[in-house]
């Protein structure tokens, strides 16, 4: 039971929509820190999603937030720049895609830290009761 509310959890951190975050904050203050903080704090979610949970909660996470950046980057079409050419060689739905696809190899390689971490520990656990 508590790994399934700590997934749900979890799920609930991933529903923000990161990639439209980080596109806006691009977008107005012509600042990178948005996809910096997108990758920091998703890699933190998949850490922990690997770590106290599996996998489902990172898959699910990371597809409700693509959505949700599609929600709220339809709402952007009356910017005429934000579509227009500002993202250029991409369309912005086109950028959301790419953007979360990248986004995926630092939280893969948050994963990996966390199996680690957890069979290191789980491993001194069993060692010290021998």
């Given at each position: 039971?508590?790994?399934?509310?700590?997934?749900?959890?979890?799920?609930?951190?991933?529903?923000?929509?990161?990639?439209?975050?980080?596109?806006?904050?691009?977008?107005?203050?012509?600042?990178?820190?948005?996809?910096?903080?997108?990758?920091?704090?998703?890699?933190?979610?998949?850490?922990?999603?690997?770590?106290?949970?599996?996998?489902?909660?990172?898959?699910?996470?990371?597809?409700?937030?693509?959505?949700?950046?599609?929600?709220?980057?339809?709402?952007?079409?009356?910017?005429?720049?934000?579509?227009?050419g500002y993202f250029t060689p991409f369309y912005t739905s086109q950028l959301i895609v790419v953007v979360s696809l990248i986004n995926l190899i630092p939280q893969y390689i948050a994963m990996i830290l966390?199996?680690?971490?957890?069979?290191?520990?789980?491993?001194?656990?069993?060692?010290?009761?021998?």
């Amino acid at each position: 039971m508590k790994k399934i509310s700590i997934g749900i959890f979890l799920v609930i951190l991933y529903c923000f929509p990161f990639v439209y975050f980080s596109m806006k904050q691009d977008f107005t203050n012509r600042s990178m820190i948005g996809y910096l903080i997108m990758i920091v704090s998703t890699s933190i979610l998949a850490f922990l999603s690997k770590y106290f949970c599996n996998f489902i909660p990172f898959i699910i996470g990371n597809i409700l937030s693509m959505i949700i950046s599609f929600y709220f980057n339809g709402g952007m079409s009356d910017i005429e720049m934000w579509d227009g050419g500002y993202f250029t060689p991409f369309y912005t739905s086109q950028l959301i895609v790419v953007v979360s696809l990248i986004n995926l190899i630092p939280q893969y390689i948050a994963m990996i830290l966390a199996k680690k971490v957890h069979s290191i520990k789980k491993g001194c656990i069993t060692s010290t009761i021998r």
